[in-house]
Every structure is written in structure tokens, then in C-alpha cells.
């Protein structure tokens, strides 16, 4: 099966400028989810989709950082305005969601922003 | 509160033996999940423990102990390609996002 697709690869943007992350995610997956990975350390939940609603956004800094997954099934995360602390790299995953929690979430390779 | 707990860094010789340790503090834990991954890739999925005990997966193993707020991931026979970073990540009753902890950067020598 084709895994969760994410673009850009990478992106350099300076500061104050706006940006925007796309993911695709496993087909027939209902949850998904962004992280933020800064270098040297775990990813950190930003948030989490059950289909089109939102049910986890408590770590995303809401004054910059907004996402959307109109349909379901594509999610866009964008930061606006960027700090120079968003410099990581943005990782988006699925799973297959319901009531099981051991359902393991597959990750797309992310993308690295570096904010100058 | 949440607080996990992993080495920074290990080093293992190709061949041998590794076990890589994970301590946690988690409200309404459920259970916990091992990643693997490498240098400027996706993070891949290893193991998930949700009851006490052993579970083997060909050269990975993964413990849990409920109890003790603590697990760990053991690698044998390993392999240069198992130079990867190793991230342990637990779960909350009725939440399936994953809360990391900060990885063991794993390096096999010859």
C-alpha cells in the first residue's frame, strides 16, 4: 500500500513569512495527526483528526499555527507568522482509527523548515 | 503530567546484544509503543505493549512492566543498518496520540 505522502520536502522561508505543509494520508485511514520534531528531541503532537473534526489541538499554538482537513482525507497544517523557533521538521501520520489504541500510526518523511 | 525518559546515546558492537531502557510517569497510561528511526527519515514502527511481559518480533523484542513505569526494546544479533535513533512513546486511556519521549541514538560499530 502506498504510505503517507507529504510535500514540500523541505522549505526555507525568513521570518514573519507564512508557510504551508500537505499530507496525504493512507487511504481508508480516518485519524490523522501532525507532529513537530526538533532536532535532538521525540515529535510533539500538534494535532489530531478523526476524519474532518478536530479531537486533540491543545499543543498547537493556535495564534500561528492553523490546519484543516476539509474532506477527510488530505490535511493542510499552515504557520503564519513563522519564529524562528518553528525551525523542525513537520511530520504527518495516520492510523486506522475506531475504538482500538494499538493500531500503530504509519509517518510520512516529514518536511524540514529552517526559518532565517 | 507526562515525563519519559530515555539514554541519549548508546554504542553497541555489529553482532552483539543491546538493550535500550525506558522510564515513564503517565497519567492513565495505556500503553506503549517502540519507533525506529534513521537520519532524516519517517519514524517506523517496531513494537506495542499494553500488557505486562515480553513480546518478540524475530531480532526486536520489547518489555513492559506497568508497575515500574518502565520498558525496554532489546536488539540482538545486531546489524550496521540498526544505527537509528529509537523513540518510546505511550498512549492515554481513550487518546491515541502519541506522546514521545526524546530517543537513544543508537550506533553499531564494527
Known amino acids: 500500500e502506498a504510505g503517507v505522502a507529504q510535500s514540500p520536502r523541505y522549505k526555507i522561508i525568513e521570518k514573519r513569512q507564512s508557510v504551508a505543509f500537505w499530507c496525504n494520508p493512507i487511504?481508508?485511514?480516518?485519524?490523522l495527526y501532525w507532529y513537530q520534531q526538533i532536532l535532538g528531541q521525540g515529535p510533539k503532537l500538534l494535532i489530531q483528526f478523526q476524519n474532518n473534526g478536530v479531537v486533540d489541538d491543545s499543543q498547537l499554538p493556535k495564534d500561528r499555527f492553523s490546519a484543516e482537513r476539509l474532506k477527510g482525507v488530505d490535511s493542510t497544517l499552515k504557520i503564519q507568522p513563522a519564529k524562528l523557533e518553528d525551525s523542525a521538521v513537520y511530520l504527518c501520520?495516520?492510523?486506522?482509527?475506531?475504538?482500538?489504541?494499538?493500531?500503530?500510526?504509519?509517518f510520512g518523511d516529514g518536511t524540514r523548515l529552517s526559518i532565517l | 503530567g507526562q515525563n519519559i525518559d530515555q539514554p541519549t546515546e548508546m554504542t553497541a558492537t555489529e553482532g552483539a546484544i543491546v538493550q535500550i531502557n525506558c522510564t515513564y510517569q503517565?497519567?492513565?497510561?495505556?500503553?506503549l509503543f517502540w519507533y525506529q528511526q534513521h537520519a532524516g527519515e519517517a519514524p517506523t514502527f517496531l513494537s506495542y505493549n499494553v500488557l505486562d511481559g515480553l513480546e518478540e518480533k524475530g531480532r526486536f523484542s520489547s518489555f513492559l512492566s506497568r508497575s515500574k513505569g518502565y520498558s525496554y526494546l532489546l536488539l540482538k544479533e545486531l546489524q550496521m543498518k540498526d544505527s537509528a535513533s529509537y523513540l518510546c512513546?505511550?498512549?492515554?486511556?481513550?487518546?491515541?496520540?502519541?506522546?514521545f519521549g526524546s530517543g537513544t541514538r543508537l550506533q553499531v560499530q564494527p
Open positions: 512513546a505511550v498512549t492515554r486511556t481513550g487518546r491515541r496520540a502519541l506522546t
Open positions: 501520520a495516520s492510523s486506522l482509527g475506531g475504538r482500538i489504541n494499538n493500531q500503530p500510526q504509519h
Open positions: 487511504s481508508g485511514h480516518a485519524t
Open positions: 503517565t497519567s492513565g497510561f495505556n500503553g
